[in-house]
């Protein structure tokens, strides 16, 4: 047995099994004149050696990463205009030493090149950090930082880097230098197969194919998913193939099946989300409606669904990474982080302020690591956890910019940045930027919810209100509702209606007792309403949640836009008791 360091490229057929099911005799017959036509000549014009060609897959070694790395585009463009894409690989890429017998190569060099394959997405491909780092600029290609990713059975864990199509004639990034907006590391995966049509009228095939095509598109707002394209999820429409197959056959986490039935001017569609690995069903729901409209129909269900499946994956994904007792990725300590930001206490914050040092430290372009840390320096301000909030303000301000200069096609760090313009009192910029966030996903709650508070502080207290209900219908359980409902709370305030903002403390705080903006309204409220005794419990509890509060420190802290409002908010806060 001889050895030697080698560039080692695995790739497999997308979909194999189900291709396989649908015509036997057909796909063969594809696939052979596919290794004819595509992959032999790219094979031999880029000095590769096939060590094994098997039904589904292909390992190939070259003498030098650049040669691996150029067929592996040149090849994946070439099966993306084959045939319409008939054929969808997935293609990995590893630099180490391997064993040879024969033909035959053996070695961790091989089995990481494999596990890196089952990383890729469908027409994509991933490489190893040590063959990102030997490319260099030899490449015309553009491949983004996936941070370490822990491979099974692999001791050590591996850098990856994806390349995920588009024009292959992008400058290749420099390390570190990600800008986001690819598959982030550890992200959730989600497939949404075509819905069964089981109405008598084939012809209502176009609705049911449209309710799913649009759950895709809503999906694919959220840059925290992975959402496998159309194409490749309808490959399995009408044919009997088990959850978990498709699963593995896709690489993804969750997928998300339903079927449509229209009887008379009714229609009801059913849905359910799936765990891939353990088939477990995470959520389900059933509509009903009437089809006065069609395509209002379609759309209400439609954002009705995605307003349900996106804050239950993340649930999942969060659920599933406290659950982890080995090796974190950097996507792990964001969601862990968020958990713990969710908690509302100082020592919570603290936690998830290291999370999320290392979480950079780990992914520097890491977008969402950034944004969160915008929001520990805002709860940090707004629960006196941080004595100075014009410094924690100036703090998260800077963190989420970062984090949309890192991304600026992610929604939630503009979503971030709103929130960190509107308490530094940059009302214009609040809005532009969380303008941007819901121009970018329509169904961010974050969005909503924090224009809730600008609306609030600007007086406004009808569109608070829409805003903040807006924001709950999208993420009920949400961490930072307690936020948006302050948005519509400190609105209602200032429009004199001082019943409404007591009960939209009370029911904030029920869920998140200590939660100092809304102790604060309901304080303030209180003693505009002249409620002496309800008026001195509930300043009793705000200083036992922050002794030293004054005054003057929460003129600092809650940005009121105009002089005029903002003395009337303050006085309410006066009249209770709280010291200048």
């Given at each position: 047995?001889?050895?030697?360091?080698?560039?080692?490229?695995?790739?497999?057929?997308?979909?194999?099994?189900?291709?396989?099911?649908?015509?036997?005799?057909?796909?063969?017959?594809?696939?052979?004149?596919?290794?004819?036509?595509?992959?032999?000549?790219?094979?031999?014009?880029?000095?590769?050696?096939?060590?094994?060609?098997?039904?589904?897959?292909?390992?190939?070694?070259?003498?030098?990463?650049?040669d691996a790395v150029e067929f592996a585009v040149a090849f994946q463009s070439a099966a993306a205009a084959w045939q319409d894409g008939r054929i969808v690989l997935r293609i990995g890429?590893?630099?180490?030493?391997?064993?040879?017998?024969?033909?035959?190569?053996?070695?961790?060099?091989?089995?990481?090149?494999?596990?890196?394959?089952?990383?890729?997405?469908?027409?994509?491909?991933?490489?190893?950090?040590?063959?990102?780092?030997?490319?260099?600029?030899?490449?015309?290609?553009?491949?983004?930082?996936?941070?370490?990713?822990?491979?099974?059975?692999?001791?050590?864990?591996?850098?990856?880097?994806?390349?995920?199509?588009?024009?292959?004639?992008?400058?290749?990034?420099?390390?570190?230098?990600?800008?986001?907006?690819?598959?982030?590391?550890?992200?959730?995966?989600?497939?949404?197969?075509?819905?069964?049509?089981?109405?008598?009228?084939?012809?209502?095939?176009?609705?049911?194919?449209?309710?799913?095509?649009?759950?895709?598109?809503?999906?694919?707002?959220?840059?925290?998913?992975?959402?496998?394209?159309?194409?490749?999820?309808?490959?399995?429409?009408?044919?009997?193939?088990?959850?978990?197959?498709?699963?593995?056959?896709?690489?993804?986490?969750?997928?998300?099946?339903?079927?449509?039935?229209?009887?008379?001017?009714?229609?009801?569609?059913?849905?359910?989300?799936?765990?891939?690995?353990?088939?477990?069903?995470?959520?389900?729901?059933?509509?009903?409606?009437?089809?006065?409209?069609?395509?209002?129909?379609?759309?209400?269900?439609?954002?009705?669904?995605?307003?349900?499946?996106?804050?239950?994956?993340?649930?999942?994904?969060?659920?599933?990474?406290?659950?982890?007792?080995?090796?974190?990725?950097?996507?792990?300590?964001?969601?862990?982080?968020?958990?713990?930001?969710?908690?509302?206490?100082?020592?919570?914050?603290?936690?998830?302020?290291?999370?999320?040092?290392?979480?950079?430290?780990?992914?520097?372009?890491?977008?969402?690591?950034?944004?969160?840390?915008?929001?520990?320096?805002?709860?940090?301000?707004?629960?006196?956890?941080?004595?100075?909030?014009?410094?924690?303000?100036?703090?998260?301000?800077?963190?989420?910019?970062?984090?949309?200069?890192?991304?600026?096609?992610?929604?939630?760090?503009?979503?971030?940045?709103?929130?960190?313009?509107?308490?530094?009192?940059?009302?214009?910029?609040?809005?532009?930027?969380?303008?941007?966030?819901?121009?970018?996903?329509?169904?961010?709650?974050?969005?909503?919810?924090?224009?809730?508070?600008?609306?609030?502080?600007?007086?406004?207290?009808?569109?608070?209100?829409?805003?903040?209900?807006?924001?709950?219908?999208?993420?009920?359980?949400?961490?930072?509702?307690?936020?948006?409902?302050?948005?519509?709370?400190?609105?209602?305030y200032l429009a004199g209606e001082y019943e409404d903002c007591v009960q939209i403390a009370a029911e904030g705080l029920k869920a998140h007792p200590g939660y100092a903006s809304l102790?604060?309204?309901?304080?303030?409220?209180?003693?505009?309403?002249?409620?002496?005794?309800?008026?001195?419990?509930?300043?009793?509890?705000?200083?036992?949640?922050?002794?030293?509060?004054?005054?003057?420190?929460?003129?600092?802290?809650?940005?009121?836009?105009?002089?005029?409002?903002?003395?009337?908010?303050?006085?309410?806060?006066?009249?209770?008791?709280?010291?200048?």
């Amino acid at each position: 047995m001889a050895r030697r360091l080698s560039a080692i490229l695995a790739a497999d057929v997308v979909g194999y099994s189900a291709l396989m099911a649908q015509d036997e005799a057909a796909t063969l017959a594809a696939l052979n004149e596919f290794r004819k036509a595509v992959l032999e000549p790219l094979m031999a014009r880029h000095s590769g050696r096939i060590v094994k060609l098997m039904g589904d897959g292909l390992l190939a070694e070259f003498a030098s990463v650049v040669d691996a790395v150029e067929f592996a585009v040149a090849f994946q463009s070439a099966a993306a205009a084959w045939q319409d894409g008939r054929i969808v690989l997935r293609i990995g890429i590893n630099l180490g030493d391997v064993l040879t017998e024969g033909r035959d190569i053996f070695g961790d060099g091989v089995n990481v090149a494999a596990r890196l394959e089952a990383l890729a997405e469908p027409g994509g491909i991933c490489i190893s950090g040590i063959v990102f780092d030997s490319l260099g600029t030899k490449v015309d290609a553009r491949f983004r930082s996936d941070g370490e990713r822990q491979l099974k059975n692999i001791p050590a864990p591996v850098r990856v880097y994806r390349w995920s199509g588009g024009n292959p004639m992008e400058l290749l990034e420099n390390p570190g230098q990600s800008p986001g907006g690819g598959h982030a590391s550890g992200k959730p995966s989600i497939a949404v197969l075509a819905f069964d049509n089981m109405s008598q009228d084939s012809d209502q095939e176009y609705f049911s194919d449209g309710i799913a095509e649009d759950i895709i598109t809503e999906l694919s707002y959220f840059k925290e998913f992975f959402v496998i394209a159309r194409n490749t999820s309808f490959s399995y429409k009408g044919q009997a193939v088990r959850v978990d197959q498709i699963s593995r056959d896709l690489g993804v986490q969750y997928v998300l099946e339903g079927s449509v039935r229209k009887a008379g001017g009714r229609v009801r569609v059913t849905a359910q989300l799936i765990d891939g690995d353990s088939g477990a069903h995470l959520w389900a729901a059933k509509y009903d409606r009437d089809l006065d409209d069609i395509f209002a129909v379609q759309d209400e269900i439609t954002r009705a669904i995605v307003g349900s499946v996106a804050p239950e994956t993340l649930g999942a994904e969060l659920r599933r990474s406290r659950a982890k007792t080995g090796s974190l990725t950097a996507w792990d300590r964001v969601l862990q982080a968020r958990w713990h930001l969710g908690q509302l206490s100082a020592d919570n914050n603290v936690r998830a302020r290291q999370m999320l040092d290392e979480a950079i430290a780990t992914d520097p372009g890491m977008a969402d690591a950034h944004a969160a840390l915008a929001l520990c320096d805002l709860m940090d301000m707004l629960h006196r956890w941080n004595p100075d909030p014009v410094a924690a303000i100036a703090h998260a301000r800077t963190a989420a910019a970062k984090a949309a200069e890192l991304d600026d096609m992610n929604a939630s760090a503009y979503g971030m940045l709103g929130m960190a313009d509107a308490f530094a009192r940059d009302f214009e910029e609040a809005a532009r930027h969380l303008t941007r966030a819901i121009e970018l996903n329509p169904n961010l709650a974050i969005g909503h919810g924090n224009f809730a508070a600008v609306h609030g502080v600007n007086g406004d207290y009808a569109a608070a209100r829409a805003s903040a209900q807006r924001a709950v219908a999208l993420s009920p359980r949400d961490p930072l509702k307690p936020f948006w409902l302050g948005g519509m709370g400190i609105g209602a305030y200032l429009a004199g209606e001082y019943e409404d903002c007591v009960q939209i403390a009370a029911e904030g705080l029920k869920a998140h007792p200590g939660y100092a903006s809304l102790m604060r309204q309901e304080t303030a409220a209180l003693a505009m309403l002249g409620r002496e005794a309800e008026t001195a419990a509930s300043l009793q509890r705000l200083l036992a949640r922050m002794p030293d509060l004054t005054i003057e420190q929460v003129r600092h802290m809650v940005p009121v836009r105009y002089p005029d409002d903002q003395e009337r908010w303050l006085d309410g806060l006066r009249r209770a008791g709280l010291p200048d």
